[in-house]
Nanobody, 121 residues
Framework: QVQVVESGGGLVQAGGSLNLSCTGS????????MGWVRQAPGKEREGVSC??????VAWFVDSVKGRFTISRNHAKLYLQMNNLKPEDTAMYYC????????????????WGQGTQVTVSS
């Protein structure tokens, strides 16, 4: 059974940084894409970024480009978030799927429980 577990959320002031981590288990994760999806209160969930097993990472939210960095080492996925803004406040989910990154940014088969990121102004 494939599982992903994320951690690293918290409360931070605007301009601060957080580093989210995700660990996959139950599979070698070869040929799995892993990504980050967030959902703010009252809003639809949106894909943030995805790292395929091979190839370039994908970004789905223009507002985080240049501030967030995604990285991956086999079944471990990270999201370094710098210069955080109040609008980044959301539950952040780690997710995985076999094959390539989803075109929509949020179509995954396996999901973590989420880690809360709250940015105060």
């Amino acid at each position: 059974q494939v599982q992903v577990v994320e951690s690293g959320g918290g409360l931070v002031q605007a301009g601060g940084s957080l580093n989210l981590s995700c660990t996959g288990s139950g599979s070698p994760f070869t040929n799995y894409a892993m990504g980050w999806v967030r959902q703010a209160p009252g809003k639809e969930r949106e894909g943030v970024s995805c790292a395929p097993w091979h190839g370039a990472v994908a970004w789905f939210v223009d507002s985080v480009k240049g501030r967030f960095t995604i990285s991956r080492n086999h079944a471990k996925l990270y999201l370094q978030m710098n210069n955080l803004k109040p609008e980044d406040t959301a539950m952040y989910y780690c997710a995985a799927r076999y094959g390539s990154c989803p075109g929509s940014g949020d179509e995954y088969n396996y999901w973590g429980q989420g880690t809360q990121v709250t940015v105060s102004s």
